[in-house]
């Protein structure tokens, strides 16, 4: 049972995330030895057109790639940093190799105040060729511990039942499967905290 205390800090930071600008958290540089999580930028939609030009990444989450005009204008609202109703916040990061500079996917993550605490539902995606070599698993790894880092510790990711791949990026970042499923996809999350 949380404390009073707990509650009100808790109530604080709803205030801080929902009603002032997004000052106490945004995406910022987390990086390992091989890769690099920068904040989105507009000046990465050409690199990020090119990359997600790719109809196998919707196999399991459905639609079809995003023109080159409707991935700009995504990005523009992405990188507002806020739900359009201010209620969430948003925080994207390009993933980069290091050694190359090369653009190999993207992280999302997105905080809301679900009853007194903080949830960040992630997502990521990673290039074709650039999948197999445990990329989605180091990135998801580096924005988890950030998120970590930053008093998030309720995290949750939505993942198609037969998509092996993200099943073992959610478990490896300490998700577990749980019994809902929203719109076919299965609700991954961590261990709720004492």
Do not use: Y
């Amino acid at each position: 049972m949380p404390t009073a205390r707990h509650r009100r800090a808790v109530s604080r930071l709803r205030f801080v995330i929902v009603s002032e600008p997004a000052r106490e958290l945004t995406a910022c540089r987390v990086a390992s030895s091989r890769l690099a999580l920068d904040p989105l930028r507009l000046e990465d939609a050409d690199e990020l057109a090119a990359l997600l030009d790719d109809l196998s990444l919707h196999r399991f989450i459905g639609g079809t790639p995003a023109t080159p005009e409707e991935l700009r204008a995504r990005l523009e609202r992405q990188v507002r940093g806020r739900s359009p109703d201010g209620v969430d916040l948003w925080l994207n990061w390009v993933v980069r190799e290091r050694r190359s500079g090369q653009i190999v996917g993207t992280m999302q993550a997105t905080i809301r105040v679900e009853q007194t605490s903080l949830v960040a539902v992630l997502a990521w995606v990673v290039g074709s060729a650039h999948q197999g070599r445990g990329v989605a698993t180091e990135a998801a790894g580096l924005m988890a511990s950030w998120l970590r880092r930053q008093g998030i510790v309720r995290m949750r990711a939505h993942i198609h039942p037969q998509h092996d791949s993200s099943m073992a990026v959610a478990a490896a970042i300490g998700l577990k499967p749980s019994g809902t499923t929203v719109c076919g996809e299965r609700r991954w999350e961590s261990k709720p905290t004492a």
